[in-house]
């Protein structure tokens, strides 16, 4: 129901834009996010985003460099990444809110993409 797709390898400092395509049966009226999992990490919250596109979240890591959105009419949400640093390398995956906004806590997340690999050299 949700297909996560758009990583690759960058080199630090450059940009990447991820894609993530939901079903509108399980979109159109609830929050969606990313979030990332790097090596030996857990995983964790990187950017949410309400059902109206209009309110948005970010990890204190990521504020400034990445912007999410999304487009309801097409059920689908993007994660434009810039100025990418090493320590973002993980997988990134995409989900869909059990409510319409969503949070910072995974719990709060009902369906789940099966991830895209960011991998930023130095």
């Known amino acids: 129901q949700l297909q996560a797709f758009g990583g690759g390898l960058v080199q630090a400092g450059g940009s990447l834009r991820l894609s993530c395509a939901a079903s509108?049966?399980?979109?159109?009226?609830?929050?969606m996010a990313w979030f990332r999992q790097a090596p030996g990490k857990a995983r964790e919250f990187v950017a949410s985003?309400?059902?109206?596109?209009?309110?948005?979240y970010y990890a204190d890591a990521v504020k400034g460099r990445f912007t999410i959105s999304r487009d309801r009419a097409k059920s689908s949400m993007s994660l434009q990444m810039n100025n990418l640093e090493p320590e973002d390398t993980a997988v990134y995956y995409c989900?869909?809110?059990?409510?319409?906004?969503?949070?910072?806590?995974?719990?709060?997340?009902?369906?789940w993409g099966q991830g895209t690999l960011v991998t930023v050299s130095s």
């Open positions: 985003v309400d059902w109206t596109g209009r309110t948005t």
């Open positions: 989900a869909t809110a059990r409510s319409a906004y969503g949070g910072r806590d995974e719990s709060g997340y009902l369906y």
């Open positions: 509108r049966r399980t979109s159109s009226n609830n929050g």
